[in-house]
């Protein structure tokens, strides 16, 4: 079946590590995404990638990187620079995300629960 | 700045009820809206999507409309069942953004 992979599924780090979220799609998507979900808070977008090698920072880039090596995977880096690491983190795919054409409905995975203490 | 509202944050409502779940965008540039459902500690399921050309859209139960000229979106469960207990949210499509609502959470009792 395809979709989107997160792992791990829980992960617990000390501050001041660094930690690395994975996100694999087997659905031939071209647009990838990373949202952050925090309590009484709508999804907030952190990064997002239209095409391999390519990626643009979102609302709330401070202290997160990414890269986009291969279609298929997306991870997400959070750094010790990342003042609020503890959230649910969630990657999504798209179609497509060109300037032109938005109308494909987001597939999410199932998201990684980042404890930082 | 696009905001999405989503009223009310929580909804109990008895099996079989129908029910409204409402959702309210500032920003009128559209591309679509789409209406999602989380369950506890998961993904979100994308429900669906309604494009800016249209008015509605159904799937089975639900039937999520779209009202460009004032800036709402609602989604109508019919029938509604224990199944159905989540988290439903709302994201506008805007050029570039996707910016969600908080949601509503839904209880349906047996």
């Known amino acids: 079946d395809g979709g989107i992979t997160q792992s791990p599924k829980y992960l617990f780090r000390k501050e001041g590590q660094n930690v690395t979220l994975s996100c694999e799609q087997n659905l031939n998507h071209d647009a990838m995404y990373w949202y952050r979900q925090d309590p009484g808070q709508g999804l907030r977008l952190i990064y997002y990638?239209?095409?391999?090698?390519?990626?643009q920072k979102g609302d709330i880039a401070e202290g997160y990187s990414v890269s986009r090596e291969k279609k298929e995977s997306f991870p997400l880096t959070v750094t010790s620079a990342q003042k609020n690491p503890t959230a649910f983190y969630l990657c999504?795919?798209?179609?497509?995300?060109?300037?032109?054409?938005?109308?494909?409905?987001?597939?999410f995975g199932n998201g990684t629960r980042l404890t930082v203490t | 700045k696009q905001e999405v509202t989503q009223i009310p944050a929580a909804l109990s409502v008895p099996e079989g009820e129908n029910l409204v779940l409402n959702c309210s965008f500032t920003?009128?540039?559209?591309?679509?809206l789409q209406w999602f459902r989380q369950d506890p500690g998961k993904g979100l399921t994308s429900l669906l999507l309604i494009q800016s050309s249209q008015r509605e859209q159904t799937s089975g139960r639900l039937n999520a409309s779209l009202d460009k000229s004032s800036g709402r979106s609602t989604l109508y469960i019919a029938a509604s069942q224990p199944g159905d207990s989540a988290t439903y949210l709302c994201a506008q499509n805007g050029f570039q953004k996707l910016v969600f609502g908080t949601g509503t959470r839904l209880l349906v009792s047996p």
């Open positions: 920003d009128s540039a559209i591309y679509n």
């Open positions: 999504a795919s798209s179609i497509t995300r060109d300037g032109s054409s938005y109308n494909s409905p987001l597939h």
């Open positions: 990638s239209q095409i391999v090698n390519d990626f």
